[in-house]
């Protein structure tokens, strides 16, 4: 089992940088992928991105690679989503995921944190 807890959340304002974490812990790591996905208002959950942490590959939504970097903090197990140039429609739920593969469908990621709200003002 692995426990996946997301955090940084909140109100921005356009054009702002946004920080996720996300705090894992119940297994070792070595083999995970720690994946981010988004729902926005109405819409169907979407790919972010993920990472891989036993060779640090990363996989990004072709929409949103050239805002969004995924990166690790060794000492402690978490994983950092920064988003650049924030619009309005990025806001939404943010939530960090757990998985085996570097993918973009949600049927990839076995574990799912409980999200974390994100809003960004115009």
């Known amino acids: 089992q692995v426990q996946l807890e997301e955090s940084g959340g909140g109100l921005l304002q356009a054009g702002d940088s946004l920080r996720l974490s996300c705090s894992a812990s119940?297994?070792?790591?070595?083999?995970?992928?720690m994946g981010w996905f988004r729902r926005a208002p109405g819409k169907e959950r979407e790919f972010v991105g993920s990472y891989r942490w036993s060779d640090d590959g990363t996989l990004y939504s072709e929409s949103l690679k050239e805002r969004v970097t995924i990166a690790r903090d060794n000492a402690k197990t978490m994983t950092y989503l920064t988003m650049r140039s924030l619009k309005p429609e990025d806001s939404g739920v943010y939530y960090c995921?757990?998985?085996?593969?570097?993918?973009?469908?949600?049927?990839?990621?076995?574990?799912w944190g409980q999200g974390t709200q994100v809003t960004v003002s115009s």
């Open positions: 119940g297994r070792t790591f070595s083999g995970l992928v």
């Open positions: 995921a757990a998985g085996r593969s570097l993918a973009y469908a949600e049927m990839w990621y076995q574990y």
